[in-house]
Protein backbone atom coordinates (compact mmCIF):
# COMPACT_ATOMS: atom_id res chain seq x y z
CA UNK A 1 0.00 0.00 0.00
CA UNK A 2 2.37 2.66 -1.22
CA UNK A 3 -0.27 5.25 -1.33
CA UNK A 4 -1.35 4.69 2.40
CA UNK A 5 2.55 4.99 3.87
CA UNK A 6 2.27 8.28 1.71
CA UNK A 7 -0.09 9.46 3.21
CA UNK A 8 0.77 8.64 6.73
CA UNK A 9 4.14 10.42 5.79
CA UNK A 10 1.88 13.91 4.71
CA UNK A 11 0.43 13.22 8.01
CA UNK A 12 3.41 13.47 9.88
CA UNK A 13 4.92 16.39 7.94
CA UNK A 14 1.35 18.73 9.37
CA UNK A 15 3.06 20.94 12.16
CA UNK A 16 3.25 19.69 15.45
CA UNK A 17 2.46 16.09 14.44
CA UNK A 18 3.26 13.32 16.98
CA UNK A 19 1.85 10.44 14.91
CA UNK A 20 -0.26 9.48 12.67
CA UNK A 21 -2.97 5.76 11.88
CA UNK A 22 -5.04 4.43 9.30
CA UNK A 23 -7.94 2.35 11.77
CA UNK A 24 -10.77 -0.19 10.43
CA UNK A 25 -13.64 1.01 13.44
CA UNK A 26 -15.11 -2.37 13.13
CA UNK A 27 -12.59 -4.41 14.01
CA UNK A 28 -9.79 -1.52 15.75
CA UNK A 29 -7.13 -2.94 13.80
CA UNK A 30 -4.29 -0.56 13.15
CA UNK A 31 -3.72 -1.06 8.80
CA UNK A 32 -1.02 1.61 9.17
CA UNK A 33 1.19 3.81 11.87
CA UNK A 34 3.61 6.61 11.99
CA UNK A 35 5.35 8.27 14.48
CA UNK A 36 4.38 7.85 17.76
CA UNK A 37 6.14 8.50 20.92
CA UNK A 38 8.04 5.67 23.65
CA UNK A 39 5.36 6.83 25.97
CA UNK A 40 2.38 6.33 23.46
CA UNK A 41 1.01 3.41 21.93
CA UNK A 42 -0.22 5.06 18.63
CA UNK A 43 -1.85 1.31 18.34
CA UNK A 44 -3.80 1.21 21.68
CA UNK A 45 -5.02 5.05 20.98
CA UNK A 46 -5.90 4.55 17.26
CA UNK A 47 -7.89 1.09 18.69
CA UNK A 48 -9.40 3.02 21.65
CA UNK A 49 -11.04 5.60 19.45
CA UNK A 50 -12.94 3.20 17.60
CA UNK A 51 -15.31 2.82 20.43
CA UNK A 52 -15.56 7.29 20.44
CA UNK A 53 -16.41 6.91 16.16
CA UNK A 54 -18.78 3.62 16.81
CA UNK A 55 -20.75 5.68 19.54
CA UNK A 56 -21.03 8.92 17.41
CA UNK A 57 -22.12 6.74 14.30
CA UNK A 58 -24.77 4.68 16.90
CA UNK A 59 -26.30 8.18 17.95
CA UNK A 60 -26.39 9.97 14.43
CA UNK A 61 -28.67 6.59 13.90
CA UNK A 62 -30.71 6.85 17.10
CA UNK A 63 -31.21 10.15 16.04
CA UNK A 64 -32.09 9.58 12.65
CA UNK A 65 -30.29 12.14 11.11
CA UNK A 66 -29.48 12.44 7.72
CA UNK A 67 -25.84 13.23 7.63
CA UNK A 68 -21.90 11.94 8.49
CA UNK A 69 -19.26 11.98 10.65
CA UNK A 70 -16.98 14.95 9.00
CA UNK A 71 -14.31 14.83 11.71
CA UNK A 72 -14.02 14.35 15.67
CA UNK A 73 -12.18 16.18 18.13
CA UNK A 74 -10.68 15.59 21.14
CA UNK A 75 -9.05 17.90 23.01
CA UNK A 76 -6.55 16.73 25.76
CA UNK A 77 -4.11 19.18 28.03
CA UNK A 78 -1.09 18.81 25.87
CA UNK A 79 -2.73 17.36 22.93
CA UNK A 80 -5.58 17.59 19.79
CA UNK A 81 -6.30 14.25 18.79
CA UNK A 82 -8.32 14.20 15.38
CA UNK A 83 -10.83 11.25 13.54
CA UNK A 84 -11.19 11.71 10.23
CA UNK A 85 -13.51 8.85 8.74
CA UNK A 86 -12.93 7.96 5.08
CA UNK A 87 -15.29 8.54 2.59
CA UNK A 88 -14.01 6.98 -0.27
CA UNK A 89 -16.38 3.54 -1.58
CA UNK A 90 -12.66 1.63 -0.78
CA UNK A 91 -11.87 3.29 2.63
CA UNK A 92 -15.77 2.08 4.01
CA UNK A 93 -15.34 1.28 7.70
CA UNK A 94 -11.77 3.26 8.29
CA UNK A 95 -10.54 6.47 9.73
CA UNK A 96 -7.27 8.51 9.80
CA UNK A 97 -6.41 9.43 13.14
CA UNK A 98 -3.76 12.25 13.76
CA UNK A 99 -2.16 13.21 17.45
CA UNK A 100 -0.53 16.79 17.45
CA UNK A 101 0.82 18.72 20.00
CA UNK A 102 -1.46 21.85 21.15
CA UNK A 103 1.43 24.28 21.55
CA UNK A 104 3.29 23.65 17.92
CA UNK A 105 -0.12 23.11 15.85
CA UNK A 106 -2.48 25.12 14.12
CA UNK A 107 -5.66 23.45 14.72
CA UNK A 108 -7.63 24.89 11.56
CA UNK A 109 -4.86 24.17 9.41
CA UNK A 110 -4.08 20.48 10.95
CA UNK A 111 -7.94 19.57 10.03
CA UNK A 112 -7.65 21.54 6.68
CA UNK A 113 -4.43 19.10 5.50
CA UNK A 114 -5.96 15.76 7.27
CA UNK A 115 -8.99 16.73 5.00
CA UNK A 116 -6.58 17.05 1.95
CA UNK A 117 -4.99 13.53 3.11
CA UNK A 118 -8.25 11.93 3.52
CA UNK A 119 -9.67 12.89 0.15
CA UNK A 120 -6.46 11.48 -1.99
CA UNK A 121 -5.75 8.58 -0.44
CA UNK A 122 -6.55 5.28 -2.74
CA UNK A 123 -7.10 2.00 -1.15
Do not use: C, W
Request: proline share 2%; net charge negative; hydrophobic share 45%.
Amino acid sequence: MPNLDLALKTAMSIDGAIGAALVDYNSGMTLGVAGGTGEIDLTVAAAGNTDVVRAKLRTIEMLNLNDEIEDILITLGTQYHLIRPVTSRTGKGLFLYLMVSKSRANLAMARHQLRSIEESLEL
